[in-house]
Each structure stands twice: as structure tokens, then as C-alpha cells.
């Protein structure tokens, strides 16, 4: 069990829990937190709100989805949100690893949706989980609080002893989140999995492949707008 563990302490190069700028910022969030519950709980409020929901800034190449280009670009989505919060998680001795499953959102915005070939189902849906308190527990940092609030939306909350993933209704009673598929626990991101899985359903090339692409993309402010309006 302790040679196990370890393995999911381990910096990988996509959960760079040993790069300066998120050792830095999750030792900053912890502060005086004095139990990995704690420290877990913070961490991923920080992970939620600090880094803003959007859903276009999707550079697929391998760098993009590092924890350490997530924390410095400030907003992104799903996956490398939950790459940063298992990065943050490994800096301060937390276990952590990553989680995955397809879900259909019934919420999603028309131009999102239009962008993923007419799809509402999310391939891959990221999720992050720590190991605190003797058990794993999932964790989905996804949608930060402001976006929540302004599409009525049922922010996701955490204490470190019970999983927390997308609720199947709004606050309106509107179906949200359906869980279709179980991709499975990993300790690093399946890149090759990934994009494949990307391919196959939004089509080849699905998403920008170099950094310079994403100046043409919708920043958080403008898919919350957007969100909003239906």
C-alpha cells in the first residue's frame, strides 16, 4: 500500500507538481492547514474558483495541458483544472490521481455545443481525486463559483469525505449533468486515450494545436456572457 501511494505522489509530465510556480501557489493555499483534509478542501477551492471555467481554450497539444500552463493561464477547463488540483494535492503530500468519464450536459451553450459538431455529450470529463481520511474521493473543480451564479447553476461543493461530481439537476429543476460512461482512474493524463477519443467523437483536429491559435478563442468572461444567454 505504501509503495502504491507513492506512486500517486510522483510528479509526471502533465501533473508537474515539482514545477516552482505550483509548488509556490499550493503551499501558499494550504497556509497553516494542519490535516490533509484541510489542505485538500482548500485546494480545491482554489483550484474551482481561481482558475476560471472556459471551455474554448483548448491548446491540445501536450503542453497545454500541464498544471503548470493551467496556473499560469488562469482560466481553462474540465481536464487540465483537474491536472492542476492533483498537481497541488501531490506538492503538500496529498495521494492524488486522475479521473475520467463521459458525461452529457443538458445545459451546455448553443455555440459550445455547435463547436463540438452539434454534440452535447463531454468526452473525458475530468475529475480529480485525494486520497484523505483513509479513502479516494472524487472532486470536479470544473465550474468556478461567478459562472455558477450567473446560469444558475448548483456549485459543486467539497469536504474531503464524500465525492463531488455534477448534479443532475439546476437549480430550476432542469436536468444538467448525465453521466454516461466510466473512463476510469489514472495516475497520469492517457494523452494518446484522450485524443483519440476527441477524434473520434468532435472530429480530427478537434480543439487548437499550437498556442498562438488560442488568441482566437472566447475568454472566461465571454463564455460566462454567453452561457447566460442561453
Known sequence: MAEQMRHYLQPTFFIDSDHSDVIQFAQKVVGNAKTDLEKGIRLYYAVRDGIRY???????????????????????????????????????????RLAFADVRNHLTSTRLEQSMNGNNLFVFHGQTVMYLKGKWTKSTPAFNLSLCEKVHILPLEYDGTQDSIFHPFDKNGNKHMEYIRDRGEYADLPYETFMKAMEAYYGKGFGSTADEELSTKATADDFESEAFAG
Not at 75 to 92: D, F, T
Open 54 to 96: 472556459n471551455p474554448y481554450l483548448s491548446n491540445m497539444t501536450p503542453e497545454g495541458f500541464k498544471a503548470s500552463t493551467t496556473l499560469n493561464r488562469g482560466e481553462s477547463y474540465c481536464v487540465p483544472k483537474a491536472i492542476l488540483l492533483a498537481a497541488c494535492a501531490r506538492v503538500v503530500g496529498i495521494p492524488s
